[in-house]
C-alpha cells in the first residue's frame, strides 16, 4: 500500500532551525518533493530529491534515504513568512504524487 | 509567464446538482493533473493527462467523476449529481511532460467546492 507519514504539526522560533521529517511506504519510487502551501493557496514547488543525499537551496535543505524510506526538510534562520504547510510528496512512476497530509508549521516571533 | 489557472474559484451548488470546473495549464505543458484537497487531508490523486489521454484515472472516487481534456490545453473535471462529501478545494496541476524526472509540477490557486 501507500503512506506517507509527516507531524501534523510543529511550532518554532523566529530565527530558528526546524527539521521535518518525512517516512513513506509506496509501491513505488521516483523522487520525492517537498512543497509549502500558504493558508488558502496554491502549493509551491520547494525541492526534489531522487538520489541518497542532501539538497541545499538557500535556507531550505531537504535530505533523502531511500533505503529508510525517509527524508526531512530542514529550513534555517526561520521567518514569520515561513509559517505555512509543507507537503511531502512521492511521485511512484512517471506521473502521479502521492502527498502526506503536511504539516503545518507555526512561526512565532 | 502565465501560471496555471482555475475556474470558479469557488462554487457553492446543491446536494444532488452537477457541477464542471475548468483548468487552464501553463502554455506548452503537455501533463495535466487533478487533486482534491479536504480539510485536513493531503492532496488526493484523481486523474491525470497526458495531452488528450488519460493514462491513470485510479484516483476517481466514483463514477459521478469524470474528466476530459481538449486541444492538449484546457481541462473540465465534471461532478455529477453531487454529494456533501465532495466538498474539498480542487487543485489542478501541469508540467512539462508526466515523463519528465526532475521536473515539478505547477499548481493553480484551485475551486472549493462546498455542497450544501
Known amino acids: 500500500g501507500q503512506n506517507i507519514d509527516q507531524p501534523t504539526e510543529m511550532t518554532a522560533t523566529e530565527g530558528a532551525i526546524v527539521q521535518i521529517n518525512c517516512t513513506y511506504q509506496?509501491?513505488?519510487?521516483?523522487?520525492l518533493f517537498w512543497y509549502q502551501q500558504h493558508a488558502g493557496e496554491a502549493p509551491t514547488f520547494l525541492s526534489y530529491?531522487?538520489?541518497?543525499g542532501l539538497e541545499e537551496k538557500g535556507r531550505f535543505s531537504s535530505f533523502l534515504s531511500r533505503s529508510k524510506g525517509y527524508s526531512y526538510l530542514l529550513l534555517k534562520e526561520l521567518q514569520m513568512k515561513d509559517s505555512a504547510s509543507y507537503l511531502c510528496?512521492?511521485?511512484?512512476?512517471?506521473?502521479?504524487?502521492?502527498f502526506g497530509t503536511g504539516t503545518r508549521l507555526q512561526v512565532f516571533p | 509567464g502565465a501560471g496555471v489557472s482555475q475556474s470558479p474559484s469557488n462554487k457553492v451548488t446543491e446536494k444532488g446538482k452537477d457541477v464542471e470546473l475548468r483548468c487552464d495549464p501553463i502554455?506548452?505543458?503537455?501533463?495535466l493533473y487533478w487533486y482534491r484537497q479536504s480539510l485536513g487531508q493531503g492532496l488526493e490523486f484523481l486523474i491525470y493527462?497526458?495531452?488528450?489521454?488519460?493514462?491513470?484515472k485510479s484516483g476517481l472516487p466514483s463514477d459521478r467523476f469524470s474528466a476530459e481534456r481538449t486541444g492538449g490545453s484546457v481541462s473540465t473535471l465534471t461532478i455529477q449529481r453531487t454529494q456533501q462529501e465532495d466538498s474539498a478545494v480542487y487543485l489542478c496541476?501541469?508540467?512539462?511532460?508526466?515523463?519528465?524526472?526532475?521536473?515539478?509540477?505547477?499548481f493553480g490557486p484551485g475551486t472549493r467546492l462546498l455542497v450544501l
Open positions: 510528496a512521492v511521485r511512484e512512476g512517471t506521473d502521479k504524487l502521492i
Open positions: 493527462f497526458q495531452g488528450n489521454s488519460a493514462p491513470d
Open positions: 496541476a501541469s508540467s512539462p511532460s508526466s515523463r519528465a524526472t526532475k521536473e515539478t509540477q505547477y
Open positions: 530529491n531522487v538520489l541518497d
Open positions: 502554455s506548452g505543458h503537455t501533463a
Open positions: 509506496t509501491s513505488g519510487f521516483n523522487g
